[in-house]
């Protein structure tokens, strides 16, 4: 087990660079790079004239728009652009190594330092939002699978085929209209994380308003995620149950509950658990940035997004960076979490 944990370990490396080197390449060949965007900036044309500042690439009609080219090699010496790909590509990775991510092209701060201001806000949305659809989605998967069949499983399943057609962001938009102004019930504040007196607050009041402004925003990101979780955990639990280990226990006398929690849910739970990692990184990662964007709530999943528009490419890839490492660490714990439930896993004797 221990060989198998240093070698997913290991093997996080090359597909760190692999992952770095391939978003690179892609990121060199998109138009509108920080040199195009301070251009256009100086030149009045807005942060998004990427066809309008073709020319600057192929140092073409520089006079015509009246720019200095001292001026523009400056620019370029600033954003590290006076250096080959590379060259680039070769400081990126070694101070990388190092941990360092560098500063913000427009935001005046080091990337790492935008990283943790952001990150409280992505971690309270993922924890919430995972701790909340699985303390829902188990339960009652396990309610489904007991009573398969049943009035309750019809019910449920329709409220799950509804959940799981409704994406999120229109969720998020349902109960903002419903819960916070769009009606008359106006319960629930629709932006940021805490309210502007939050300081002001007693202990109790600021724990209060920080999970007042958490309740839509969750809300949106377990109805998105409940419905997969629940099927999964029903449709494992029905497996299991009609597994012959299942049927000699009964022959033994055993109650309907010792086989059910006592050898049926524990094995059910092998599927649910290979499930969590990519529960995570969806709701940490992905799940996120649209949630974000509509509760104005400023996360890692907005900072990547206006990196990405606005071509700050040490933000792009610090962000990168942090979100495949924590992706590629959050699958080894489902793994290394298997043999917590069945210790008759062996990595070892996989051979990989």
């Known amino acids: 087990m221990i060989g198998y944990i240093l070698r997913r370990l290991l093997l ?37 004239a990427a066809g309008a500042s073709a020319d600057v690439l192929r140092g073409e009609s520089r006079a015509s728009r009246g720019l200095d080219p001292k001026l523009l090699e400056d620019i370029k010496r600033q954003y590290g652009f006076d250096k080959s790909a590379s060259e680039r590509l070769w400081l990126m990775l070694g101070s990388y190594a190092r941990l360092d991510f560098g500063q913000s092209f427009f935001r005046g701060a080091k990337v790492t330092d935008l990283i943790l201001e952001k990150l409280p ?20 998967g396990i309610a489904k699978a007991v009573r398969h069949g049943s009035r309750f499983d019809s019910w449920s399943s329709l409220l799950i085929i509804i959940g799981y057609a409704l994406p999120s962001f229109l969720f998020a938009l349902m109960l903002i209209v419903l819960f916070a102004g769009g009606t008359s019930l106006n319960w629930f504040p629709v932006r940021g994380l805490v309210s502007e007196d939050f300081d002001q607050l007693s202990l109790l009041g600021k724990v209060a308003d920080y999970f007042w402004h958490l309740v839509l ?12 979780l629940t099927l999964l955990t029903k449709n494992a639990l029905l497996d299991e149950i009609a597994r012959q280990y299942v049927v000699t226990a009964r022959a033994k006398g055993l109650s309907e509950r010792r086989v059910l929690y006592g050898h049926v849910l524990r ?54 960076f942090i979100f495949t490492l924590a992706g590629l660490l959050i699958r080894l714990i489902g793994d290394v979490a298997y043999t917590v439930l069945d210790p008759r896993i062996d990595f070892a004797a996989r051979g990989h």
């Open 267 to 320: 094995n059910a739970m092998l599927v649910v658990v290979a499930g969590l990692p990519q529960a995570l990184v969806t709701v940490f990662f992905a799940g996120s940035l649209l949630i974000e964007v509509i509760f104005s709530l400023d996360g890692l999943g907005r900072l990547s997004f206006d990196a990405a528009v606005s071509r700050d490419y040490p933000v792009v890839f610090g962000t990168l």
């Open 12 to 48: 996080i490396v090359p597909t760190l660079l692999a992952i770095l080197l391939l978003n690179f390449v892609i990121v060199q060949a998109a138009p509108g790079g920080p040199v195009e965007q301070a251009v256009a900036r100086l030149q009045g044309v807005g942060g998004g």
């Open 121 to 140: 806000v992505t971690l309270s949305l993922g924890f919430w939002a995972t701790l909340i659809t699985y303390l829902v989605s188990i339960p009652l």
């Open 217 to 228: 925003p969750v809300g949106a990101l377990v109805i998105g995620g409940f419905a997969t």
